[in-house]
């Protein structure tokens, strides 16, 4: 259907050429792809640098040269997934605003300046106190933040955490998980199924399937798809499991953006 995660050469962790993103979607019978590049702020690592405002014009003039391409085989959206941080949160809204984005993606990467990617975030923490501080933060995060559509990867500690994988690892912080999603049904925003999870150990969606339904017993509704791609190969990868898993659980739907506006879409 639609893939509303996908990274191109505008990040500093893809190659892939926006153009070769969409021929792929395309390959696959995607009727949509949201293009959802990198803005970090404050990035700890000056190798990655954020897009800023000079590459956002380009980034936007690409993307609506991509759009009048593929008109009638592929809707093309313009998205970004923002990177918060407590201290850039202002620079986060007013970057948003200054531009006719789609669709919008909030994720916590960082943790007092430290990606959980990296060994270093573990030092000195049990595996409940990492994935504690993890959650507090993306929780005090939503609740402060406002410029966005969906939480990208809500169990992103998950998939680098080197304590050994359980399959009720969700469970070790299910207060904190629930109060994040009830945040986000107040605020009226969505909840991302990232299948990333599919290209690295867990092999599930992220979040686990029992969090996406807690979102959708407490009332939400807004869900999108997205396959956190870099390459072609990840793109919609996972989602046949997906769309199959979500569908026993109740949900019909899944969301599109259209100047941040949602759209209710049956699953097929
Ligand atoms: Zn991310
Ligand atoms: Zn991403």
């Given at each position: 259907m639609f893939d509303y995660h996908v990274h191109t050469s505008y990040s500093p962790d893809s190659q892939m050429l926006m153009e070769t993103a969409c021929s792929r979607a395309v390959e696959l019978g995607l009727k949509e792809i949201a293009i959802t590049d990198h803005?970090?702020?404050?990035?700890?690592?000056?190798?990655?640098p954020a897009l800023d405002a000079r590459t956002l014009d380009q980034y936007f003039e690409d993307l609506t040269i991509l759009q009048e391409k593929f008109k009638g085989c592929l809707s093309v959206k313009k998205g970004i997934e923002i990177g918060l941080q407590p201290h850039v949160l202002g620079e986060c809204s007013d970057i948003i605003q200054a531009y006719p984005f789609d669709f919008v993606i909030a994720s916590v990467h960082l943790v007092n300046g430290v990606d959980?990617?990296?060994g270093e975030y573990y030092a000195d923490k049990t595996k409940e106190e990492s994935y504690q501080l993890y959650y507090r933060e993306v929780l005090s995060l939503i609740k402060s933040y406002d410029e966005f559509d969906v939480l990208g990867h809500l169990d992103y500690i998950k998939r680098y955490s080197p304590f050994p994988a359980d399959d009720k690892d969700h469970l070790i912080c299910s207060q904190l998980t629930d109060d994040i999603i009830i945040t986000l049904i107040k605020k009226g925003k969505g909840l991302e199924i990232n299948t990333s999870g599919y290209r690295h150990?867990?092999?599930?969606p992220m979040p686990h399937l029992d969090i996406i339904n807690r979102y959708r017993q407490f009332g939400g509704k807004i869900i999108t798809l997205g396959?956190?791609?870099?390459?072609?190969?990840?793109?919609?990868?996972g989602f046949d499991n997906v769309l199959k898993e979500i569908k026993k659980s109740g949900f019909s739907y899944l969301t599109s953006f259209t100047g941040r506006i949602p759209e209710y879409v049956p699953i097929p």
């Open positions: 803005i970090d702020i404050d990035w700890p690592d000056s190798a990655f959980p990617y990296l150990e867990s092999k599930t396959s956190d791609a870099h390459r072609p190969e990840h793109i919609a990868l």
